[in-house]
């Protein structure tokens, strides 16, 4: 694997780059500029820059100057509300769903922490729950963005849960915390020169899979089955009933947990929540989607 410092100038150095051909994945076209050999390994190693940078935030100099504060920031703000996640993946909260019917609280920072991400890496060891959440972020981020290499020898094909509804279902996500996501993720893009063009189709295409509330059972990789997708639990054409009650997750202790966010409007029943106050239901996540890339903010949708 290529070592992350000569990537990142590397990719900087190809920010003045041409416009991405509509026939080539934002994955293949950027591996292509900045690494030349446009395989398995390089795809993977492209992600795992992109990933990995936005969830610690910047950890190499960048020349185009953005600063990425990273998903396990604390005490962020997104759209005037403030936003908490590394509560979700340090421990705090009971909100994993491990298929016992209620959220269970792991330590997804169990491995090294944020050193070995800059170096490239998930994790120090490879039996950790660090590394097994970071490789699947690598795999499934290696879908999102097109690369024609996943699932081929080098790049390894996604060995998680592919309902990123029920995998994230305990945690109770709002339109704040989930832009704040992926606001980190384009940031990120964005700090390796990736073009405002292609912040904006992707940051959409997320907000499109994941963002809008009650959607439909739909299949995120070829030929995989249709299951739900969304992650912020309002939209068009709603199947609300399919998605189940929405509850904060407790403390790991068990004690209840009492968050931060605004209100939002009114929503079908079947998704009230308590995070936004006593019953007030969760809202649009898609609507939401702000990118602040190259110092400009996007509205998409
Ligand atoms: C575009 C948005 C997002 C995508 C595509 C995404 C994708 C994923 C994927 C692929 C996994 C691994 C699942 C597995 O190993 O089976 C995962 C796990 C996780 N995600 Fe997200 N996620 C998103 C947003 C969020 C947000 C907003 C949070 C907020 C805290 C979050 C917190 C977590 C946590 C804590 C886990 C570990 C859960 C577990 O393994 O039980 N994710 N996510
Ligand atoms: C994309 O289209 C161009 C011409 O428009 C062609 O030269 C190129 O081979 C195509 N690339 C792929 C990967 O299909
Ligand atoms: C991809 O190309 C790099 C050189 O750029 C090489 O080190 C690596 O082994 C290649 N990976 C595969 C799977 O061929
Ligand atoms: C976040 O805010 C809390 C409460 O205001 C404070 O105790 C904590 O030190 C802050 N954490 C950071 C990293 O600034
Ligand atoms: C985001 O913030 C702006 C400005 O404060 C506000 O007008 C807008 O309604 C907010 N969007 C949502 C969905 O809360
Ligand atoms: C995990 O690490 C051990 C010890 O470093 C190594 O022998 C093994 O091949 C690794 N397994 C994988 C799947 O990378
Ligand atoms: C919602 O349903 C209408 C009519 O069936 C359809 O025209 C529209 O494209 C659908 N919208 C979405 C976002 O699926
Ligand atoms: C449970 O943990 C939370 C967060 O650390 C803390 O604020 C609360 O006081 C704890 N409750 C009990 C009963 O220990």
Redesign the pocket.
């Given at each position: 694997m290529m070592k992350p410092t000569l990537l990142v100038l590397a990719l900087a150095a190809t920010h003045a780059a041409a416009q991405r051909p509509a026939n080539t994945s934002v994955c293949d076209y950027y591996t292509t500029a900045l690494l030349k050999d446009n395989n398995a390994t390089n795809q993977e190693a492209l992600v795992t820059l992109v990933v990995n940078t936005a969830v610690i935030g910047n950890f190499t100099p960048n020349k185009l100057n953005i600063l990425v504060p990273g998903?396990l920031a604390q005490n962020q703000t997104y759209n005037g509300s403030s936003v908490n996640?590394a509560a979700?993946?340090d421990g705090s909260l009971a909100?994993?769903?491990?298929g016992g019917g209620a959220g269970?609280s792991?330590n997804?920072l169990d491995d090294g922490g944020a050193t070995p991400l800059t170096k490239g890496k998930p994790s120090n060891g490879n039996t950790s729950?660090q590394y097994?959440?970071l490789t699947?972020?690598y795999?499934?981020?290696g879908i999102?963005l097109g690369c024609s290499q996943y699932g081929k020898p080098g790049y390894p094909a996604?060995?998680?849960?592919i309902s990123?509804y029920s995998?994230?279902k305990y945690?109770a996500?709002d339109p704040y915390?989930?832009g704040?996501?992926?606001q980190q993720?384009a940031l990120s893009a964005a700090s390796f020169g990736v073009a405002e063009a292609d912040l904006e189709y992707v940051g959409g295409a997320?907000g499109n899979?994941?963002?809008h509330r009650c959607s439909a059972a739909t299949s995120i990789a070829p030929g995989e089955a249709a299951t739900l997708q969304v992650?912020?639990i309002t939209a068009p054409n709603a199947t609300c009933s399919l998605y189940a009650n929405v509850e904060d997750p407790k403390f790991a202790n068990g004690s209840a947990s009492s968050t931060q966010h605004a209100s939002g409007t009114s929503a079908p029943a079947a998704t009230s929540s308590t995070k936004n106050g006593a019953g007030v239901a969760k809202t649009m996540c898609g609507s939401l989607m702000v990118l602040f890339a190259m110092g400009t903010a996007y509205w998409l949708s």
């Open positions: 998903i996640l979700y993946f909100s994993t769903n491990n269970v792991v997804f729950d097994k959440l699947h972020l795999e499934y981020f999102l996604y060995a998680g849960d990123m995998v994230h945690m996500l915390d989930f704040y996501f992926v993720v997320l899979l994941f963002g992650i912020c």
